[in-house]
């Protein structure tokens, strides 16, 4: 498996693996895998620097040879200031503009960007923007790249709702820096950091927990403690 990445889906479960994980000539971590359920979303944290870009990066290389439909949103969410935000919406999907003005409504932009130019909206707006787009493109595996980091607290709530939604029937990890962001979406939490592995610390069915939130003090406290020891 050296130097070869390895995606391995099923009807349940996606799992990842490669020999290293590295950013260009920079080597990050030996002996990555990362696994996620079905209607599942997985949560990556960690310091600045540690990986979880170039990990998610690797996951859509390794589903775009294998052919399986990625929905993509980088970090500020990529938006081309040549389209509309409208059409921004809709760049990757099967959906029409009505559908784009429902993602409107949903990651709570307002309804007077649809024909504004991408250039225009702010850098949350955009970030929303970018997100939007993936969770229309209709597809197997999502990937986000901080998706709700500088979001407001009511904007930041109804795009983690979007996201747990359409994450139902779908395999989505998630990159995040805050607990509160971490605990409102993720079903599980993997640490990553000091060129180890992401370890698994948190799953909402290991925790028992019935309903998403910011996490209670217990798992979180299990979370900053895994955290502090990657730094």
Request: charged share 25%; proline share 3%.
């Amino acid at each position: 498996m050296d130097g070869i990445d390895v995606l391995t889906r099923t009807e349940t479960e996606l799992v990842f693996r490669t020999a290293k994980l590295q950013a260009g000539d920079k080597p990050l971590v030996e002996e990555v895998e990362i696994a996620v359920a079905r209607g599942d979303v997985c949560v990556l944290m960690g310091s600045s620097g540690c990986g979880k870009t170039t990990l998610l990066e690797s996951i859509l290389r390794a589903s775009i040879r294998q052919r399986i439909k990625v929905g993509y949103s980088p970090q500020g969410g990529a938006v081309f200031p040549w389209l509309t935000v409208a059409d921004n919406l809709a760049f990757d999907a099967r959906a029409g503009r009505e559908q784009a003005l429902e993602m409107l409504d949903e990651l709570s932009l307002k309804i007077d960007l649809k024909d504004q130019s991408g250039s225009t909206p702010s850098g949350g707006e955009c970030a929303r923007i970018g997100l939007g787009r993936a969770l229309l493109s209709h597809p197997e595996i999502l990937l986000l790249d901080e998706p709700l980091s500088g979001l407001d607290p009511s904007a930041k709530e109804r795009c983690g709702g979007a996201i747990r939604k359409r994450s139902q029937d779908r395999f989505c990890i998630l990159v995040a820096h805050g607990l509160d962001e971490a605990f409102f979406v993720g079903s599980s939490i993997y640490v990553m950091g000091n060129g180890q592995s992401p370890e698994l610390v948190w799953t909402r069915a290991s925790a028992g927990a019935t309903r998403f939130g910011t996490g209670d003090a217990q798992d979180r406290i299990k979370v900053l403690d895994a955290l502090r020891k990657q730094e």
